[in-house]
């Protein structure tokens, strides 16, 4: 069974940083391309960053590109988002899921639980 | 950035009903990579339909989606008290970012 396992969220003042993990298992994690999606609350989803199984090719939303960095550490199965320069408007609940073999495509097959983010002075 | 708007916002309907719910881009979707995701209040999307009409793993036989180029729908039929949720869509055809829509709201009453 596949699951994910998001950590690392809290409260963090403007301008803060925080680091998100994801502990994957029950899948060939070093196969899979890995997302970060998050929803404010009463909101849609929105999808944040995606990253390649090799870590060869990564991309982000606009509105975080420059301040939030995606990665993985294939040997722990685990996937991360580095997020800095936060902005009240960044506060939502981040998922991390899984994509598709190898490549980025933004379909999320599989969602973790979430980590509540919340940025307030 | 493509927009996806789903409607209705919010559809009401008895046990034993059909829902239909629509989806509509602002340009073609290539290859017709929709998705539709279900929400059940306090927890994750849970992944329904790709490529607008293929179920995924572990999806009743009771949901269909259809639709090509900008229109895309899902169809839920013999409406039951557990699929109340809050329905999304998402495009992920081309390439980033790849949006969702605002969702459309369903009551089993």
């Known amino acids: 069974e596949v699951q994910l396992v998001e950590s690392g969220g809290g409260l963090v003042k403007p301008g803060g940083s925080l680091r998100l993990s994801c502990a994957a298992s029950?899948?060939?994690?070093?196969?899979?391309?890995m997302h970060w999606v998050r929803q404010a609350p009463g909101k849609g989803p929105e999808w944040v960053s995606s990253?390649?199984?090799?870590?060869?090719?990564?991309d982000y939303v606009d509105s975080v590109r420059g301040r939030f960095s995606i990665s993985r550490d294939n040997s722990k199965n685990s996937l991360f988002l580095q997020m800095s320069s936060l902005r009240v408007e960044d506060t939502a609940t981040y998922y991390c899921g899984r994509g598709v073999i190898g490549v980025i495509r933004g379909i999320v097959y599989s969602w973790g639980q979430g980590t509540l983010v919340t940025v307030s002075s | 950035e493509i927009v996806l708007t789903q409607s209705p916002g919010t559809l009401s309907l008895s046990p034993g009903e059909r829902a239909t719910l629509s989806c509509r881009a602002s340009?073609?979707?290539?290859?017709?990579?929709i998705a539709w995701y279900r929400q059940i209040p306090g927890q994750a999307p849970r992944l329904l339909i790709h490529a607008a009409s293929k179920r995924a793993s572990g999806t009743p036989d009771r949901f269909s989606g259809s639709g090509s180029g900008t229109d895309f729908t899902l169809t839920i039929l013999r409406l039951e008290p557990q699929d109340s949720a809050v329905y999304f869509c998402?495009?992920?055809?081309?390439?980033?970012?790849?949006?969702f829509g605002q969702g459309t709201k369903l009551e089993i009453k």
């Open positions: 029950g899948f060939a994690f070093s196969d899979f391309g």
């Open positions: 998402q495009q992920y055809g081309s390439s980033a970012p790849y949006t």
């Open positions: 990253i390649s199984s090799s870590s060869g090719d990564k």
């Open positions: 340009q073609s979707i290539s290859n017709n990579f």
